[in-house]
């Protein structure tokens, strides 16, 4: 928040942009819905759009490319980027294949940090259900593990995508490389509130996580937990933030708009609506517990 309570300053650490013309980004990606097109100028406008709501900055998160593409995708988002001419303070996590070659993503990683304001990668781990067609499942593939240890020297954080059963696969690695900030993505990508063992899994591996203090969570995407009720007062999805935000403290948590793919999949939902619910599910927090969970704990890990 700022010093004025009625404007929101917000650092945005996840949304994307495409162009399934552009030759860089696959048009398999795009789902039924969702626009041909999303580029800087949209963006701004729908967030330009929400009463009281600054956008100060935000990281695009990359958008699947096939691995030789990936730098032609970060080039294509930096041209994006460069073309909003504000004081905004724009970063990139662009995806490096991390079963790669430790060859390959060390090159990858120095071209990248060269041309562009890299500051985290993002690898999907997505497996059983697999994003977008993972062919294993990478944190139990040994180069993927090694090869994770180069994000340290050059100074990255990680973009953490996988299924709640993944969880544990993640716990000694995170803790083993401390100096590696990891960000959870869409708090953890819960996708069935009814299956105790899915719940069981997710529980055991935020509590895990939330004991290891290199370790971040996105409230975001929330739609695919809950697509009726995601933001019903009380709720279940309201409750399961409410649990993060007690276990990791707003230090440690970042509301993200993931967008456009929350417009469009989540039902062509307006940007006042996801700001609505942030409102909400920081309710009865301080104002500073607020300054972190909108913005301030989003800078921390991504800007340099």
């Known amino acids: 928040m700022a010093a004025n309570d009625d404007e929101i300053r917000f650092f945005d650490p996840h949304f994307h942009l495409f162009d399934n013309t552009n030759q860089v980004q696959d048009p398999a990606i795009f789902e039924e819905g969702m626009t041909a097109v999303w580029h800087m100028q949209h963006q701004m406008g729908d967030f330009g759009q929400v009463k009281n709501v600054k956008l100060t900055g935000a990281t695009h998160i990359e958008v699947i490319p096939d691995n030789e593409k990936c730098i032609l995708e970060l080039m294509w988002v930096d041209e994006q980027l460069n073309s909003d001419k504000t004081d905004r303070d724009f970063w990139q996590a662009p995806k490096v294949d991390l079963s790669q070659s430790a060859e390959y993503v060390d090159l990858a990683l120095s071209t990248m940090c060269h041309i562009s304001k890299v500051t985290s990668i993002r690898h999907i781990l997505n497996y059983e259900p697999s994003w977008p067609k993972n062919p294993e499942n990478y ?13 340290e020297k050059y ?4 973009d953490c995508q996988l299924n709640p059963h993944q969880f544990k696969d993640t716990v000694e690695l995170f803790r083993a490389t401390p100096n590696i900030k990891v960000v959870v993505n869409h708090l953890g990508t819960l996708k069935d509130l009814n299956n105790e063992e899915e719940m069981t899994q997710w529980r055991e591996g935020m509590t895990n996580w939330s004991k290891l203090p290199n370790v971040y969570i996105k409230i975001s995407m929330l739609f695919y937990t809950d697509a009726e009720n995601w933001d019903k007062r009380d709720g279940l999805v309201h409750n399961l933030v409410k649990e993060v935000i007690g276990l990791f403290g707003a230090k440690r948590c970042m509301f993200a708009s993931n967008w456009p793919c929350d417009k469009f999949v989540g039902g062509g939902m307006e940007a006042s609506r996801l700001v609505d619910s942030w409102a909400m599910f920081s309710e009865g927090l301080s104002a500073e517990d607020k300054e972190w969970l909108y913005e301030k704990t989003a800078r921390s890990v991504y800007t340099r």
Not at 139 to 151: C, D, G, P, V
Request: charged share 25%.
């Open 139 to 151: 944190l139990l593939n040994e180069t993927w593990r090694e090869n994770y240890k180069l994000l």
């Open 155 to 158: 100074n990255l954080a990680f």
